[in-house]
T-cell receptor, first 114, second 112 residues
Framework: DTAVSQTPKYLVTQMGNDKSIKCEQN?????MYWYKQDSKKFLKIMFS???????INETVPNRFSPKSPDKAHLNLHINSLELGDSAVYFC?????????????FGSGTRLTVV | EDQVTQSPEALRLQEGESSSLNCSYT??????LFWYRQDPGKGPEFLFT???AGEEKEKERLKATLTKKESFLHITAPKPEDSATYLC?????????????FGTGTRLLVSP
């Protein structure tokens, strides 16, 4: 039973297209995140939602729009995709009860823009 | 701004050859320092959390230590299955538990 699941795992698309990545967690956590990992393996936070409310938006282009329909789901929609958006996108979650463990990560979505 | 620097970038060891990975950090107050392991094609997997200078934690062949400026991940008698990228991250009280700032990781390869 996967704790944090992301779909799709791979996404190849052309420049200018719009795409979405979905994330769901079954851990009962109240905070969810999107992180971007570039080709050098650097993980950088993009967004954080706590109980469906946007908490952190880290200077991300407004082509990226997160949506949290409930506290178990956090989706990422990307408009007008650019070559530089190619990366691995990780969803993660955390909860007050297990704060000592940091985040639980999903397995990532590898986005390739051609 | 919180910063994390990990060294070396890559490390190649023979099986059984012990070594240490370094994580230097600059943070405006430390709430916690985290170590994660990341295997190719997977998300980071939690290893340890350290909270105060002098603290140590162990798990199998791994031991993490913390000072006021850096953390070390000591690997004793590594095995090939320890090959992975090891990531360090810090959390400050000003951003609470909402944000982890990561280093770029150390890629460890252990040869049989």
């Amino acid at each position: 039973d996967t704790a944090v699941s992301q779909t799709p795992k791979y996404l190849v698309t052309q420049m200018g297209n719009d795409k979405s990545i979905k994330c769901e967690q079954n851990l009962g956590h109240d905070t969810m995140y999107w992180y971007k990992q570039d080709s050098k393996k650097f993980l950088k936070i993009m967004f954080s939602y706590n109980n469906k409310e946007l908490i952190i938006n880290e200077t991300v282009p407004n082509r990226f729009s997160p949506k949290s329909p409930d506290k178990a789901h956090l989706n990422l929609h990307i408009n007008s995709l650019e070559l530089g958006d190619s990366a691995v996108y990780f969803c993660a979650s955390s909860g007050q009860a297990n704060i000592n463990y940091g985040y639980t990560f999903g397995s990532g979505t590898r986005l390739t823009v051609v | 701004e919180d910063q994390v620097t990990q060294s070396p970038e890559a490390l190649r060891l023979q099986e059984g050859e012990s070594s240490s990975l370094n994580c230097s950090y600059t943070v405006s107050g430390l709430r916690g320092l985290f170590w994660y392991r990341q295997d190719p094609g997977k998300g980071p997997e939690f290893l340890f959390t350290l909270y105060s200078a002098g603290e140590e934690k162990e798990k199998e062949r791994l031991k993490a230590t913390l000072t006021k400026k850096e953390s070390f991940l000591h690997i004793t008698a590594p095995k090939p299955e320890d090959s992975a990228t090891y990531l360090c991250a810090v959390q400050s009280p000003f951003t609470g538990f909402q944000k982890l700032v990561f280093g770029t990781g150390t890629r460890l390869l252990v040869s049989p």
